[in-house]
């Protein structure tokens, strides 16, 4: 996570708080980049019989798919 391309922090589990410094902070808009990246899990069982096949999104029907 970054705050004006100055990075606050990661958290890979629970609680995903990040105390953001005052002094990467600026006057007026600010700019907060997030990535998120899959866990290692879904990696591993990528080729097995666990992984469920992901819809595609012409057949999405659900607001947030």
Same mark, same amino acid.
């Given at each position: 996570? /970054? *705050?004006?391309? *100055?990075?606050? %922090?990661a958290r890979a589990w629970a609680p995903y708080r990040v105390t953001i410094p005052a002094d990467a902070l600026?006057? %007026?808009g600010n700019e907060l980049r997030v990535r998120v990246a899959? /866990? @290692? @899990?879904?990696? $591993? $069982?990528?080729?097995?019989? @666990?992984?469920?096949?992901?819809?595609?999104?012409?057949?999405?029907s659900r607001p947030r798919c």
């Open positions: 996570m /970054s *705050v004006n391309d *100055v990075h606050v %922090g600026r006057p %007026g899959p /866990s @290692a @899990a879904n990696r $591993y $069982y990528a080729e097995t019989a @666990a992984s469920a096949p992901s819809p595609s999104r012409a057949d999405c």
